[in-house]
């Protein structure tokens, strides 16, 4: 089962997600409430564990912001996906740039949503409308400066492709192909958007376009290879 947390000031938008998950019986709601304060002082009174996935509200009425209440969610162990109205793009990148694995329209169909937090209770980023036009234009997403050479890399290797195989792919050495890797590494932190594991790499190449720029490579799991 996954454990799920909804986190919004309307509690009507919140019975709805509630039946929703019940419906899809592989959901647990663990917590329903209208403020990040009260579902990490409810975790810790109850000493339950984190929420798998954390559906979030982007504006709350309790005067917090979006990046405080995603950061917070984060650092507690949750993924987080933002509930979000379409016209708020500036404050969904805010939120993106804080550590929400996605985000999902309120105008969704109740069955992406559902489809959401089983894609993210994955540990799968969402690569979808609502992501995509947060990201567009926003040059905070796309100042890494990677060379055509990482940018490939990258590619490949965030298509799912397992390092050796890249490095065959583009006619390099495999220390060659992890050297890239690694630089890309580097140029991410050095700009504030980390990626240490492979899921965020795969984030990070969403966010700039670069799975875009050919047909993803079919390819193995998400292991490190």
Request: overall charge positive; proline content about 3%; hydrophobic content about 45%.
């Given at each position: 089962m996954t454990r799920v947390a909804l986190i919004d000031d309307h509690e009507s938008v919140r019975l709805g997600l509630e039946a929703a998950c019940e419906r899809a019986e592989t959901m647990?709601?663990?917590?329903?409430?209208?403020?990040?304060?009260?579902?990490?002082?409810?975790?810790?009174?109850?000493?339950?564990?984190?929420?798998?996935?954390?559906?979030?509200?982007?504006?709350?009425g309790d005067?917090?912001?979006?990046?405080?209440?995603?950061?917070?969610?984060?650092?507690?162990?949750?993924?987080?996906?933002?509930?979000?109205?379409?016209?708020?793009?500036?404050?969904?990148?805010?939120?993106?740039?804080?550590?929400?694995?996605?985000?999902?329209?309120?105008?969704?169909?109740?069955?992406?949503?559902?489809?959401?937090?089983?894609?993210?209770?994955?540990g799968e980023p969402l690569n979808n409308v609502e992501w995509a036009s947060a990201v567009e234009g926003d040059r905070e997403f796309a100042d890494a400066q990677l060379s055509a050479r990482e940018r490939e890399v990258l590619r490949l290797y965030a298509a799912g492709l397992p390092l050796k195989v890249v490095a065959d792919r583009l006619g390099v050495?495999?220390?060659?192909?992890?050297?890239?890797?690694?630089?890309?590494?580097?140029?991410?932190?050095?700009?504030?958007?980390?990626?240490?594991?492979?899921?965020?790499?795969?984030?990070?190449a969403m966010e700039d376009g670069i799975l875009a720029e050919s047909a993803a490579e079919p390819g193995g799991g998400a292991g490190d290879g």
């Open positions: 647990d709601v663990v917590f329903s409430g209208s403020s990040v304060t009260a579902y990490l002082t409810w975790r810790s009174k109850t000493g339950a564990a984190p929420a798998d996935v954390v559906v979030l509200d982007l504006t709350l005067g917090t912001t979006v990046t405080e209440n995603v950061r917070r969610l984060v650092l507690d162990g949750s993924s987080v996906i933002i509930h979000s109205v379409a016209d708020r793009p500036a404050a969904v990148r805010e939120a993106l740039a804080a550590g929400a694995a996605g985000v999902v329209s309120k105008s969704s169909r109740i069955d992406d949503v559902i489809a959401a937090v089983t894609t993210v209770a994955r050495a495999y220390s060659t192909a992890k050297e890239n890797i690694t630089r890309v590494r580097v140029k991410y932190v050095e700009v504030g958007r980390p990626a240490p594991t492979k899921v965020d790499l795969l984030r990070r």
